[in-house]
């Protein structure tokens, strides 16, 4: 612990008469602080809490008796989105026609709009559903900023589904003639 010195300073005297008392030395033993401090570590280490995980809030549909129905939607409410390579966004409402004549070049600039007009020309809301097919030239980045949109544009109804073999080709058709031009 702490310790004084009580030994002698020099007894030296200034001026005639004057006693001038010893001089102690002080010593502090910091030891017990140390183990002070690392208590107080553990103690603040063990309560307080983890940071918590974050995690995107998805809806889940509602379980029905036929399963063939679970994933029906009506097809004036829903729209694909398709993810090619370098940024390039395409999108088709419905059902793709069989001469791809609804097919239609975007980007992540643009797609906002797109999918706000559609949301609004929905006559129910719970009817708007958004098909999000990522290609596989599309980066990850790319799937994360469509999946931000959806947050954004308040899309509770939104599916990440594999690409068909049809749909993949127009993608890498249009992404030639993007990279062409």
Same mark, same amino acid.
């Given at each position: 612990?702490?310790?004084?010195?009580?030994?002698?300073?020099?007894?030296?005297?200034?001026?005639?008469?004057?006693?001038?008392?010893?001089?102690?030395?002080?010593?502090?033993?910091?030891?017990?602080?140390?183990?002070?401090?690392?208590?107080?570590?553990?103690?603040?280490?063990?309560?307080?809490?983890?940071?918590?995980?974050?995690?995107?809030?998805?809806?889940?549909?509602?379980?029905?008796?036929?399963?063939?129905?679970?994933?029906?939607?009506?097809?004036?409410?829903?729209?694909?989105?398709?993810?090619?390579?370098?940024?390039?966004?395409?999108?088709?409402?419905?059902?793709?026609?069989?001469?791809?004549?609804?097919?239609?070049?975007?980007?992540? *600039?643009?797609?906002? =709009?797109? $999918?706000?007009?559609?949301?609004?020309? %929905?006559?129910?809301?719970?009817?708007? /559903?958004? &098909?999000?097919?990522?290609?596989?030239?599309?980066?990850? *980045?790319?799937?994360? =900023?469509? $999946?931000?949109?959806?947050?954004?544009? %308040?899309?509770?109804?939104?599916?990440? /589904?594999? &690409?068909?073999?049809?749909?993949?080709?127009?993608?890498? *058709?249009?992404?030639?003639?993007?990279?062409?031009?």
């Amino acid at each position: 612990m702490a310790e004084m010195d009580t030994s002698s300073g020099g007894g030296h005297k200034k001026g005639p008469g004057v006693k001038k008392g010893k001089k102690l030395s002080t010593r502090v033993d910091l030891t017990p602080m140390v183990d002070l401090g690392f208590l107080l570590i553990t103690f603040f280490i063990f309560t307080t809490t983890m940071s918590q995980a974050t995690a995107m809030r998805l809806i889940l549909p509602q379980d029905t008796d036929k399963p063939e129905e679970q994933n029906k939607a009506k097809q004036s409410g829903v729209i694909t989105i398709l993810l090619g390579k370098d940024n390039n966004v395409f999108y088709y409402e419905g059902e793709l026609a069989p001469n791809a004549s609804n097919w239609t070049s975007s980007n992540f *600039k643009d797609i906002r =709009d797109v $999918l706000i007009r559609k949301k609004n020309s %929905v006559a129910d809301v719970k009817d708007f /559903v958004v &098909i999000i097919k990522p290609s596989d030239q599309c980066t990850y *980045k790319n799937v994360v =900023d469509i $999946l931000d949109e959806m947050t954004i544009n %308040v899309c509770k109804k939104y599916a990440l /589904v594999d &690409i068909s073999p049809v749909e993949a080709q127009l993608v890498e *058709k249009s992404d030639n003639q993007t990279a062409s031009n």
